[in-house]
């Protein structure tokens, strides 16, 4: 038989609501009355829905795709938003230049511990060339570069 002649299945929201789960049958439409009311009250109820409904890597994966949904600096700020307001980001490394890479260095520094800033400056002496290293050393004795 090459299925000319099997009856037609109905397609639309019955056919898909017949083998759909009722948890996420209840998270869509949920959602649904979300951007409908479009109201905070509803979006926070929603947490206690979908915490209720979906297991925790189906949770990471909407929170994923939501925030990749939104411009990156968008989605920092939701996450920020949604997390709490973090303590001072630890100092671990410096971070890309704002202005330039010495403001940003010195920033850094300001706020790095003593020996994070020691294990960079001995790091970061070591990866630049012979020559830099020398003009490096004789700019902090105090001395002309040669």
Not at 40 to 52: F, G, M, N, V, Y
Not at 53 to 69: D, F, I, Q
Not at 88 to 117: H, K, N, V, Y
Request: aromatic share 6%; with cysteine.
């Amino acid at each position: 038989m090459d299925g000319s002649h099997m009856p037609m299945q109905r397609r639309g929201s019955n056919a898909v609501s017949r083998v759909m789960p009722p948890r996420i049958k209840r998270v869509s439409r949920s959602l649904g009355y979300c951007l409908l009311l479009d109201d905070l009250d509803a979006w926070l109820s929603l947490s206690t829905i979908l915490q209720a409904r979906l297991s925790p890597p189906e949770r990471a994966a909407l929170a994923y795709v939501a925030l990749k949904a939104l411009a990156p600096h968008d989605a920092e700020s939701v996450a920020v938003a949604a997390l709490g307001a973090v303590s001072a980001p630890p100092s671990d490394q410096p971070i890309a230049p704002l202005l330039s890479c010495m403001d940003e260095a010195g920033f850094w520094a300001d706020m790095a511990t003593p020996g994070e800033r020691e294990a960079y400056c001995l790091a970061s002496f070591k990866a630049i060339p012979y020559e830099r290293q020398c003009a490096f050393l004789d700019f902090v004795n105090g001395r002309p570069a040669a």
